[in-house]
């Protein structure tokens, strides 16, 4: 039977990313069955999969973990010892049924053998044909017992299953998505890293918000849940995200947010948790919801923070939704802006309480395509492009990121900010690329565009910034033949 293999996991075992994976699907170089790829296809197009060269799966994840925001929560990334007895056990009993088979072939070519040397007619050739395959099958044995060749699919079941103890694969439906949970975390949490977003509510087990129903595999109730769920509930499979971790691989049927109008609207009280000047005028805002209350938003989306003066401003999320609790601003301060004014002031300091009311708009991925990605920000409009681009990371589906910044002259220290992040994002990415430009013409714009991106049609372009930098730009994209389904675009307060 064919071993079929999630996208995730084909991209764990190859040593590369989901993109790389995707890449070749749209190449034709690899097939999927139902959004699986078989094991044979997978070392025809990467036959160099090993034990012994794990180099490119380490690489997968120091991407990861050096690209994208550190959550603050998280756990051990080794699995509680109860799962890993229990997944422990589960490979026990596959190694079992693989010795039992090997077993049973052993001592049916010994049976084979035995009849062959026994084989008696009186045909000649008959004859001295059963010689020649007894012979032969000795000498294969003989081959056999004195070493095998390194079987590149044993080795693949090696490594699959090594991985299966540490990560269990998610995938839920009907969406499609799938996603790993490693080492102590729920699956909720896992969900929220991954870039998913499946319904919830408290995060701890009170409101139910995160129910789903395990389709196929195994839970393990990591807490005890205040939320009650029915005798029928429970024996038709349903269990609370937030509060299982996987044992092993599953298939989980749960609502997940595929759009903007999917996502419902949330009051947050917070605390202002870091303020950074990055320059006289330009402010770096962190927010800390509470932990049973975080924001369920879309990479790109802006919130309305209110402070309980009432001062308030809708300010675009400048981080992604992998870590929803703490939630990144940048805040310019301008005159008769009494939000602005309360933060650059000793007024609201960290620790203040902040309301958190959102999530708005719709400057959002466009996660139907791994297309490369364009990313045009004017100012601040590096706020929500950063999101943007965090995200894409974390679902590791597109194809390539461009962010073009034109910084505003004379802010060194938010340029320097922006370095640090870029150099960052660099460093662990190499389908990552900055053109850094300073009161760029819109001319000047176009042209660098068209240098790199000799074919803008393939392209996704987001543009943020004001609507007098942006509209323009727009519409010069438009000539250039961009669809305007490939654009998107947000408008900032000049
Ligand atoms: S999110 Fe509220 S019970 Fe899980």
């Not at 070392?43 to 973990?65: G, H, T, Y």
């Not at 609790?325 to 004014?341: I, Y």
């Not at 760029?440 to 074919?455: F, G, R, T, W």
Request: glycine letters at 6%.
């Amino acid at each position: 039977m064919t071993q079929l293999l999630s996208l995730s996991r084909a991209a764990r075992l190859a040593g590369v990313t989901r993109a790389d994976i995707q890449r070749h699907i749209r190449r034709g170089d690899l097939t999927t069955f139902e959004g699986e790829i078989a094991v044979s296809d997978l070392l025809r197009v990467f036959p160099r999969v090993s034990l012994e060269n794990d180099d490119a799966l380490e690489r997968v994840q120091r991407i990861k973990a050096a690209a994208l925001p550190r959550s603050h929560d998280a756990d051990t990334m080794l699995p509680s010892p109860a799962v890993l007895v229990t997944r422990l056990q589960a490979m026990g009993k596959a190694l079992v049924a693989k010795a039992s088979a090997l077993d049973a072939a052993q001592a049916l070519l010994d049976e084979v053998e035995t009849r062959l040397t026994a084989l008696t007619s009186p045909d000649a050739d008959a004859r001295a044909l059963a010689r020649e395959f007894t012979d032969w099958l000795a000498q294969a044995r003989l081959e056999l017992a004195a070493g095998p060749q390194p079987d590149p699919e044993a080795q693949l079941f090696a490594k699959d299953t090594f991985l299966r103890l540490m990560a269990a694969n998610i995938k839920i439906i009907p969406s499609g998505s799938d996603f790993f949970v490693e080492g102590n975390e729920s699956i909720l949490d896992a969900s929220v890293r991954a870039g998913l977003n499946l319904a919830y509510g408290c995060s701890s087990g009170n409101c139910g918000a995160c129910k789903a129903r395990v389709v196929s595999g195994e839970v393990w109730k990591m807490r005890d849940h205040d939320y009650p769920l029915s005798a029928r509930e429970k024996q038709m499979g349903y269990i609370l995200a937030c509060s299982n971790t996987a044992v092993t691989d599953l298939v989980l049927e749960a609502a997940e947010a595929l759009s903007v109008d999917d996502l419902p609207r949330q009051d947050i009280r917070a605390t202002v948790r870091k303020k950074e000047v990055l320059d006289p005028d330009l402010m770096g805002l962190q927010i800390q919801t509470p932990r049973t209350h975080t924001l369920r938003f879309m990479a790109g989306q802006r919130a309305l923070l209110r402070l309980e003066d009432g001062a308030s401003a809708e300010l675009p999320i400048a981080s992604c939704p992998c870590d929803p609790r703490h939630l990144q601003f940048l805040v310019r301060r301008r005159p008769g802006n009494p939000f602005a004014e309360a933060l650059f002031s000793d007024q609201v300091r960290p620790g203040h309480l902040i309301n958190l009311e959102g999530p708005l708009g719709r400057f959002v991925l466009d996660e139907s395509s791994p297309a490369p990605a364009v990313f045009i920000a004017f100012g601040e409009g590096i706020a929500p492009v950063r999101g943007l681009i965090e995200h894409g990371v974390s679902i590791d589906l597109i194809e390539s990121f461009h962010l073009y910044w034109d910084a505003p002259a004379g802010e060194p220290f938010s340029c320097q900010n922006q370095w640090r992040w870029y150099r960052a994002m660099k460093d662990a990415l190499d389908n990552f690329f900055v053109t850094p430009m300073v009161d760029a013409s819109l001319e000047d714009i176009l042209a660098l565009v068209i240098a790199d991106h000799p074919d803008p049609v393939s392209r996704r372009f987001y543009l943020a910034g004001p609507r007098a930098r942006i509209e323009p730009l727009a519409t010069g994209l438009r000539g250039l033949g961009v669809p305007e389904k490939h654009l998107s675009q947000e408008f900032l307060e000049p």
